[in-house]
């Protein structure tokens, strides 16, 4: 899915095939769509990187950056990212601290919400004390620093949405969703509703 930010329309992209795979952010002039300039995954050592393509997320624009997640290297758990929108380059860069060879979560491929001078994400496999777990975290959206994480209660997060003052979480819960609501400044659960819940008969 495509961001616009001025005259630079910013989209996922990939380059080379096989071992020489590489994806992440690319920046086309909108008027013509030519390529201006290509933010891509950095590999580990001569092996290909996921980028955009394993857990990452399309581009959102907000305050003049762009902000998208992207895996590097031979990381399975996407980094957070703050890019400047007119020439690609990486402005702050949020990863870790991870727990390495956790396959089994992740969060939503839409856009990175943002609201109120922060960007909201979520960050599976992250280290919280001592504890590790899918969290669903506020960054400083002209920094990254982070300003809180809350845990979810599932590795899943299907959905992040910020409006009004809060931040609403759809997570997968068995076989349906649940609704969680947090405040968008401190990241405390105001409620949760089950949501849709589906139930299978066989």
Not at 9 to 22: D, E, H, N, R, Y
Not at 87 to 93: A, R, S, T
Request: hydrophobic letters at 35%.
């Amino acid at each position: 899915m495509p961001a616009v930010s001025g005259d630079i329309v910013l989209s996922p992209c990939s380059t080379g095939s096989g071992s020489t795979f590489k994806s992440g952010l690319c920046g086309l002039n909108a008027k013509s769509g030519k390529k201006k300039w290509t933010t891509l995954c950095k590999p580990y050592q001569s092996n290909t990187c996921a980028g955009v393509f394993n857990r990452g997320t399309s581009p959102s624009v907000y305050g003049g950056l762009a902000y998208f997640q992207m895996t590097n290297g031979i990381n399975e758990q996407p980094d957070v990212d703050g890019v400047d929108p007119k020439n690609g380059k990486i402005v702050w860069d949020v990863g870790g601290p991870y727990l390495f060879h956790c396959p089994d979560a992740g969060g939503p491929e839409n856009p990175l919400p943002a609201a109120d001078g922060h960007v909201f994400a979520v960050l599976p496999c992250y280290t919280v004390g001592s504890k590790t777990g899918t969290y669903i975290c506020s960054l400083s959206a002209s920094s990254g620093a982070v300003a809180w994480c809350t845990a979810s209660q599932n590795v899943y997060v299907n959905r992040l949405v910020a409006v009004e003052g809060k931040v609403f979480a759809s997570e997968g819960i068995g076989s349906g969703t649940s609704i969680v609501a947090m405040d968008e400044k401190t990241g405390a659960v105001d409620w949760t509703s089950p949501g849709c819940i589906i139930t299978l008969v066989r």
